[in-house]
C-alpha cells in the first residue's frame, strides 16, 4: 500500500505571460519503508514536489494522496494538523527554534500533539540517543555543530510517529564526515524501524546511499529507478 | 489548553532574550515613559489633593448647612435658627467631631490707605478651630481665642499686603445689618493666615461672633450658617442624609456642592492620569510595532518551519502577541515600580516655592507631594498589557501572510 501517491500533479507558475511548470504532470508512488531520493539539477522541481508532498503548497492541478487522504482538498488548519500527525521534515538549516534545547526541540512536536511532559521526555531522550546525541539533550542549538542540529532534526522529525519524513536537501550545508553519520542515521531508523524517507538532494553521497531514486527534470520524471534492479 | 498557553508563554519569554539589546532598548523605552506618565500625574493628583484638603479643612469644612436662598443672595436676612439643642444633634451624629456656627456677610475692609471687598466670617473661636484648621494656620500673631478683647481681627497674609496692614494695625469693617442699615467698627489684626491659596487669604476674614452680634445687632438664635467636620471623609454622603433629615428645612450641601471646582479636581485627577498614561502609552505603542515588525521579519523562515512542522497559525500568532506583552510588561512594571520608589522618596514634598506667585494665585501649594491612589495600577497594568498587544497584531499578521513554503525560502 502507497504512503504518498501523486496523481497527474502539476504546480504552474505564471510569470508574466510565461508560464512556468515546477512540476509537470508527476506520478509516483511510494510505500511503507522506502529509502528514496528526488534528484536532479537546481531549478528541475525537486523542492517544488517535495513541498507538495508535505502539503506545504497548494497543486494547481492533480492529487497527492498521503495514506489515502487528498492534501488539495484539506483547508490550511487541517493540512497543518495533518502535517503534525503523519509527516516528519528536516530542512536545509536553520530548522531548529534556536531558544530550545534539543530535548525541547525534540519534545517540541509531542507538545503541539498534547503528549504528557513525561511522554515527550522519554521519547525525545531515546530519539536523541537513536541519532547520536545522548548527553546533549540540554544544548542549545547555537552549541551544536551543523551536522548535530541536522540529527536533533531528524529525531523532532520522527517524535510525532510519522508515517514518513521529507528532508529537502538535508546534507547541503554538511561537511563530508556530518554527511556520511546522518545518513547512517537516516539508514538505521529505516532499517530498524521501517521508517520512509524521501529526500531532495543534488549531493552524489545522499544518491549513492538512497535504495529508489527519482530523477526530475523541468519538472517531470525522467527516470525512477530501485537500487537493487539497477544493481542486477 | 493550559498546557498550550504555558508553552507558548514560556517560548515567547525566551524568545524575547535572544536579543537582549533590541528588547532592552523597547523595556527600557516603556519603562521610562510610564515612569515619566505616573509620576508627572502623581504630582498632578498630589497637588489637586492638597487643594481640595486644604479647601475642605480650611475653608469650607465638610458639610455647611444655610438657611435657604442664602448662598444665592448673600442677603444677612436670611438666617436660619440655631440653638444649644441643634447644636448637640449635630454631635449625636456619629462620625461628626465639629459644629462651627457662623455668621457670614460681605463687607468693604478698609485701611487709612486703601480697601477692599472682603467676607467676613464671625465664628466661635473655639468651635470654629475645631471644625477647620484655619487656627493652625496663623503664621503670625495669634488666633481669635487667645486675646480677650473686643473686635479683634485675622485676616489673610494677601489681604494684609494689599491693605498694607501688619499685625496689631486697624482694619474698618463696613457692612449692612439684617435692617440694611450700613454699620462699621474698627477692628485690631492680631493675626495673619497664610494658606496655599492667596484667593482665600485676600477674601475672607474672621472675627469673634460676639463682636458681630454686638456691632450689628444680630441675635445668637439667628445665624448664617453652621459648617460641620467629620472624622471620615468616606461617610461624608451618609452624614450629610443624617444632617438633611434633622435640617429638613434649611439647604444641606456637602463640600463638593459648595465648591464644585474641588469635587471636579477631585473626580478629574484620575481620569486625568488616566488619559496621561494612555497617551503615552500609544506613542510608545508605535515604537512597539517597529520593533515587533522587525522581529518578524527577520523569523520569517522560523515561522515557516513552526507552521511546517505543524504549529498552527493562530498559535505563533499569539506567540508574537505575548513577545510583545512581555516587553511591555516588564517596561512598564519597572516603571511603576521606579515611580513608586520615586513617590515614596519625594512624601517630604518637592518645593517648588520659586514659582509660588503663580501657583498660590491658583490656589495650589508650593510644596508639591506626588500622591497615587495604588488601585489604579491595576488598570494601569491591563492597559500596558493591551498595549502589548494591540502593538503587534499588525506585525503578527505579517508573520502569518506567507504560507509555510514561501517563508521557509527567504533568508
Known amino acids: ?232 | 489548553m493550559k498546557k498550550k498557553i504555558s508553552q507558548l508563554i514560556s517560548i515567547s519569554w525566551r524568545n524575547i532574550w535572544r536579543n537582549k539589546v533590541r528588547s532592552g532598548v523597547v523595556i527600557a523605552a516603556v519603562a521610562i515613559g510610564m515612569f515619566a506618565a505616573i509620576y508627572a500625574s502623581a504630582l498632578a493628583t498630589g497637588m489637586i489633593k492638597d487643594k481640595v484638603k486644604e479647601g475642605v479643612e480650611v475653608e469650607t469644612s465638610f458639610i455647611q448647612i444655610h438657611a435657604q436662598q442664602f448662598r444665592e443672595d448673600l442677603d444677612p436676612s436670611l438666617t436660619m435658627h440655631w440653638s444649644d439643642q441643634r447644636q448637640k444633634s449635630l454631635f449625636d451624629i456619629d462620625g461628626v467631631d465639629g459644629v462651627s456656627p457662623r455668621y457670614k456677610m460681605t463687607a468693604m475692609a478698609s485701611t487709612a490707605e486703601t480697601g477692599r471687598g472682603v467676607e467676613v466670617l464671625a465664628v466661635d473661636p473655639v468651635l470654629e478651630s475645631n471644625t477647620t484648621t484655619i487656627a493652625s494656620m496663623v503664621s503670625d500673631g495669634t488666633w481669635l481665642d487667645g486675646s480677650k478683647k473686643r473686635n479683634r481681627i485675622v485676616i489673610g497674609k494677601k489681604l494684609a499686603e494689599k491693605l498694607k496692614v501688619r499685625l496689631k494695625s486697624k482694619v474698618i469693617l463696613s457692612f449692612q445689618n439684617q435692617k440694611g442699615d450700613i454699620v462699621g467698627a474698627a477692628f485690631r489684626v492680631v493675626g495673619i493666615y497664610n494658606t496655599t491659596d492667596s484667593r482665600f487669604e485676600e477674601q475672607f476674614v474672621y472675627v469673634k461672633d460676639l463682636d458681630i452680634r454686638r456691632i450689628a445687632s444680630l441675635d445668637a438664635n439667628n445665624i448664617h450658617e453652621v459648617a460641620i467636620h467629620i472624622d471620615n471623609p468616606e461617610k461624608l454622603d451618609e452624614i450629610s442624609s443624617e444632617v438633611t433629615q434633622l435640617f429638613a428645612k434649611e439647604e444641606v450641601l456637602t463640600w463638593k456642592k459648595i465648591s464644585p471646582e474641588l469635587g471636579y479636581s477631585m473626580e478629574v485627577s484620575s481620569f486625568y492620569m488616566l488619559i496621561f498614561v494612555i497617551v503615552v502609552l500609544i506613542s510608545l505603542g508605535f515604537g512597539i510595532v517597529n520593533t515587533m515588525m522587525m522581529v518578524v521579519l527577520e523569523r520569517v523562515r522560523e515561522f515557516g518551519i513552526l507552521m511546517a512542522i505543524g504549529m498552527q497559525r493562530a498559535k505563533i500568532f499569539w506567540m508574537v502577541i505575548l513577545e510583545s506583552v512581555w516587553l511591555c510588561l516588564i517596561g512598564g512594571v519597572t516603571g511603576i515600580v521606579l515611580s513608586l520608589v520615586a513617590i515614596l522618596a519625594s512624601q517630604d514634598g518637592i518645593d517648588i516655592s520659586s514659582k509660588a506667585e503663580g501657583f498660590e494665585a491658583m490656589g495650589y501649594s508650593t510644596i508639591l507631594r506626588p500622591y497615587i491612589d495604588i488601585s489604579e495600577l491595576g488598570l494601569i497594568v491591563v492597559l500596558v498589557i493591551l498595549t502589548g498587544i494591540f502593538a503587534a497584531i499588525v506585525p503578527a499578521k505579517k508573520a502569518l501572510k506567507n504560507n509555510p513554503c514561501e517563508s521557509i525560502r527567504t533568508i
Open chain 1, 1 to 232: 500500500m502507497s504512503v504518498i501517491e501523486t496523481k497527474e500533479l502539476y504546480k504552474i507558475y505564471h510569470d508574466g505571460e510565461s508560464e512556468i511548470r515546477a512540476v509537470d504532470g508527476v506520478n509516483i508512488s511510494i510505500t511503507k519503508g522506502e529509502f528514496t531520493a528526488i534528484v536532479g539539477p537546481s531549478g528541475s522541481g525537486k523542492t517544488t514536489l517535495l513541498n507538495l508532498i508535505g502539503g506545504l503548497d497548494y497543486p494547481t492541478k492533480g492529487e497527492v494522496l498521503v495514506k489515502d487522504n487528498d492534501l488539495g482538498k484539506m483547508s490550511d488548519k487541517e493540512r497543518i494538523y495533518f502535517r503534525l500527525n503523519h509527516i516528519g521534515f528536516v530542512f536545509q538549516a536553520y530548522n531548529l527554534i534556536p531558544v530550545l534545547s534539543a530535548e525541547e526541540n525534540v519534545g517540541f512536536v509531542m507538545e503541539l500533539q498534547g503528549k504528557s511532559a513525561k511522554e515527550r521526555h522519554q521519547r525525545a531522550v531515546s530519539l536523541l540517543k537513536e541519532v547520536g546525541l545522548e548527553g546533549r539533550e540540554n544544548n542549545r542549538p547555537s552549541k551544536l555543530s551543523g551536522g548535530q542540529q541536522q540529527r536533533v532534526a531528524v529525531a523532532r522529525a520522527l517524535a510525532s510517529k510519522p508515517s514518513f519524513v521529507l528532508a529537502d536537501e538535508p546534507t547541503a550545508n554538511l561537511d563530508s564526515h556530518a554527511t556520511s553519520s546522518l545518513l547512517s542515521t537516516m539508514e538505521k531508523l529505516n532499517e530498524k524501524e521501517g521508517m520512509t524517507f524521501v529526500f531532495s538532494t543534488h549531493d552524489p553521497r545522499v544518491m549513492k546511499r538512497a535504495r529508489r531514486i527519482i530523477e526530475i527534470e523541468d519538472g517531470k520524471i525522467i527516470r525512477d529507478y530501485t537500487k537493487e534492479v539497477e544493481d542486477q
